[in-house]
């Protein structure tokens, strides 16, 4: 990951975790739901990064599709444990379970982005291409 795309992916999920306070979605003040945004990316960056991506990227197999599915799986249960954790430990509650889920699905999207899109290439790809 490269440090403008690190960078996109922090306003981002901070946008998305303001916006999702202000709008009455959870019930974390503004400031904090912005900081807890910020904290969660860069925890979600470091786990994707060096755990999942360095350790697991030898052991899965030769298949790109296997790797980024594993590496897909791996984000989105890496990304459901922070948002609980931070969730248990902050005492934030959902409020409005529309906005709620509108701004966890936009979180994921846009932490995941890579892998699943490149899920999606190398599916199609795949099926452009086999005989």
Known sequence: MTPKQLLQRL???VIIATVTSLSGG???AW???????????????FISERILRQRL????????ITI??????GETVVAAALL?????IFGIKVVNETIFILAVAAVWLSLC???AG?????TLLYIATRK
């Open 31 to 45: 400031w904090s739901a912005g900081l807890l945004g910020l904290t969660l990316t860069l925890a979600f960056t």
């Open 57 to 64: 990227f030898g052991k899965i197999g030769k298949g790109l």
């Open 68 to 73: 980024y599915a594993v590496h897909l799986c």
């Open 113 to 115: 982005k890579e892998a």
């Open 11 to 13: 306003i981002l999920v």
């Open 26 to 28: 959870i019930s974390a």
């Open 84 to 88: 609980w954790l931070f969730a248990l």
């Open 118 to 122: 490149k899920i999606i290439s190398l």
